[in-house]
């Protein structure tokens, strides 16, 4: 019998995996909570970047060479945009601006953004159950050399250059739940850490009040998205360099050592396995880096059955 | 010398004998007053159909087809809106949506109409001063047998359907022309009503606090919407049957007799030259219908000759 799976994740890598488990799960069967502290407000609009990338992903829309935007995308809005001497710092293609609109109509005309999230789930022909950390707005800023910095312009804007000397996670105190978090990791027969960043992508998550508690109770199995030392996507490996950290699957484990019972590293890593095990962490060392959809179901299968056997 | 010329203009029809006289005046001698009364809120986003017309009319960026829109437009927003379940009643281009999306962000930032329409105009090429109305906004409404609608409903979401009762223009009290439209008409050798839709692009414009009077004191020459009792454009002549009158270019002379001096009517509509004439208006019976460039420029030089031959 399947198990219950509550997938954590970020955007590029994390849905890569929620992909892989998608395929091989029931739908009802899995539960994917997006991290929704990467969210923004861009020419009056309510982005939310992980979550885009997520729907793009499972929807099979998602542009292959970049891993976030749509793969179908024209640029006419941006190109317009440039010539009238307005913003484009943020890269918002026709189709994808399309979403933001959408998404930011239904909020203002009060839909939570559980039920926006819904809704484009239907409309694209998801039928896993997506949904974001929180309907609260939770936002990272960065706390950097250069000074405190919102993710996104952090991210994009100054292409991760500052130095980080920490994070903030703003609203989280008052945050709650996206109604069937809560649930769906109450009836998981595992949680998984997608590979995604430790730091802007699963710590927001894991702080939003009463979801670290629920995860901690649940056999939780990490995959890193650390390889050999880099980060497959993005600033991880930067951050853990600038916080004082040797960027490693070692690292990561250390990072989420309360919750981990077991740890999925790449073969590269191979060597760090020993001192992920002295963290009273199980390991399942194999090739974690997804260039594919084969890779994505190949991956999602290997991570069930490693926590199947952990469970007997 | 070159006349120093107003003209008073809605959308497609206006825009092409704007165009015209942009192409043959110094561009120091030539502003445009554009009806404002169309604007809406649509997606938070505030848009200026007429605005936008004339300006892709006269940045040479219109869609020849159409009137309105672009002529190198694409469409993944809207098909992605329609995906997605959002509304799909307004068409918005990619690149005209850049448009919205830019001059919203600037209204928002605290620019006025003007400011935001003398920048885009900069950006686009055109060098010579179009205005807005007004900064403050007017809105109009079609008082109908279905009752009162804003005018984008009429106009688009219900196609003219309902039967007009009559206007309202709301904001219109307390609405003060835009910088410039006084200064301007003071200026003017000559002012212009482009063939636009005396009801709800040349009346809004009138209405504005100041404007008819400063119009009044001037050489004013109109150009006749109407060509064989039917609007080239739009729905001009319906409302005139509608409201109870005969829709021809004698009820549109009729309509602005108290400002005319001139008419320039269609060859089609020679047999009323008599009775415009009779309302102490001189009557110029020329083709009036523009189907390319050269049209409007010949248009434009025919309005030209035909007001300095008055003025003499």
Not at 45 to 59: K, R, S
Not at 263 to 283: F, Y
Request: proline share 5%; aromatic share 6%.
């Amino acid at each position: 019998m399947a198990l219950r799976v509550v997938a954590l994740a970020g955007g590029v890598g994390g849905s890569k995996l929620a992909h892989g488990l998608a395929e091989i799960l029931p739908p009802d069967h899995l539960t994917v909570i997006v991290n929704t502290g990467d969210d923004f407000e861009h020419l009056g609009l309510t982005i939310c970047p992980d979550l885009d990338t997520m729907i793009y992903t499972l929807a099979g829309l998602a542009n292959p060479q970049t891993g976030w935007g749509r793969k179908d995308e024209t640029w006419g809005f941006l190109e317009t945009i440039e010539t009238l001497g307005g913003p484009t710092w943020f890269q918002l293609g026709d189709r994808d601006l399309a979403l933001h609109h959408e998404r930011s109509r239904r909020l203002k005309e009060g839909q939570s953004l559980t039920e926006v999230t819904q809704h484009v789930c239907q409309t694209l022909g998801i039928s896993i159950t997506l949904l974001p950390m929180s309907d609260d707005p939770v936002r990272t800023i960065v706390i950097t050399d250069k000074g405190e910095l919102a993710f996104q312009n952090y991210f994009v804007a100054r292409r991760c250059a500052p130095c980080v000397r920490g994070f903030r996670f703003t609203g989280v105190e008052t945050a709650i739940p996206a109604p069937g978090v809560i649930q769906a990791l109450s009836k998981a027969d595992l949680v998984v850490l997608c590979p995604s960043n430790p730091w802007v992508s699963l710590d927001p998550i894991l702080a939003v009040k009463g979801i670290r508690d629920a995860v901690s109770e649940k056999s939780v199995v990490g995959v890193s998205p650390i390889v050999g030392g880099k980060a497959i996507k993005g600033p991880a490996a930067k951050m853990y360099s600038e916080l004082g950290f040797r960027p490693s699957s070692l690292s990561v484990a250390e990072h989420f050592q309360d919750l981990l019972a077991g740890m999925v590293i790449d073969k590269k890593d191979q060597h760090l396995a020993s001192d992920i095990q002295a963290l009273n962490i199980r390991v399942l060392v194999t090739n974690t880096i997804m260039k594919n959809e084969q890779d994505r179901m190949g991956l999602g299968e290997e991570v069930l059955a490693f926590a199947s056997a952990m469970m007997v």
